[in-house]
């Protein structure tokens, strides 16, 4: 039983262009979520967080949008660069538990 | 700032066999996660050290163990390995407990299990 999922294994953009990546969770005690990038051989690391407290939350060329009542959070890239191609991995947590990961989506940014 | 080191990068074992994984956390951090990544998906998270105890645990069996030590470092231990324990072992370190903060990964361990 998953409990985030990230429907899409991959997507394609052009150079310049906004990058969508989607994630939904099926437990509504998730109240904090993170998205991590992961290149080959390398560890995921840390893009950008939002807490349930919030809707949306920007960095930079990052911004994640919580939606609680459909259980959906976004990360958008905008433009998106070739340096932006890896694999997204969307994760919750609910207070005092682990972060639950999903299987992540595989960005392809074309120049 | 030296971040989260793990040895060794792959290795290879046998059915049966008991493999030793570690990791040196990122500089003042005293919490260390471990995950399992099989091919195509997320991680998964095996359990966590808070300060040399274990401080949570995901669904993994017992032969699954870990270790913290008082410098903060952390082993996996997995015993009697099976096939479908083949997978990138991933240690996080982190300065908060469960399900907060950020987690800083590792490169990871990549075991093969034939």
């Known amino acids: 039983d998953q409990q985030v999922k990230q429907n899409s294994p991959s997507l394609s953009v052009q150079e310049g262009r906004i990058s969508i990546l989607n994630c939904d969770y099926t437990?509504?005690?998730?109240?904090?979520f993170l998205w991590y990038k992961k290149y080959p051989a390398e560890g995921p690391t840390f893009l950008i967080s939002?807490?349930?407290?919030?809707d949306k939350n920007e960095d930079g060329r990052f911004t994640v949008f919580l939606n609680k009542s459909a259980k959906h959070l976004s990360l958008h890239i905008v433009p998106s660069q070739p340096g932006d191609s890896a694999v997204y991995f969307c994760?919750?947590?609910?207070?005092?538990?682990?972060?639950?990961f999903g299987p992540g989506t595989r960005l392809s940014v074309l120049p | 700032e030296t971040g989260v080191t793990q040895s060794p990068t792959h290795l290879i074992k046998t059915r049966g066999q008991q493999v030793t994984l570690r990791c040196s956390s990122q500089?003042?951090?005293?919490?260390v996660s471990w995950y399992q990544q099989a091919l195509g998906q997320g991680p998964q998270f095996i359990f966590q050290?808070?300060?040399?105890?274990?401080?949570g645990r995901g669904n993994f069996p017992p032969r699954f163990s870990g270790l913290q030590f008082p410098n903060y470092s952390s082993e996996l231990n997995v015993n009697a390995l099976e096939l479908d324990d083949s997978a990138l072992y991933l240690c996080?370190?982190?300065?908060?407990?469960?399900?907060?903060?950020?987690?800083?990964f590792g490169e990871g361990s990549r075991l093969t299990v034939l």
């Open positions: 996080a370190s982190s300065l908060e407990g469960l399900g907060k903060g950020e987690l800083f």
């Open positions: 437990n509504s005690m998730f109240d904090y």
């Open positions: 939002i807490s349930s407290i919030k």
């Open positions: 994760a919750a947590s609910a207070r005092g538990q682990n972060f639950v």
């Open positions: 500089s003042g951090h005293n919490t």
């Open positions: 050290y808070y300060r040399e105890e274990e401080n």
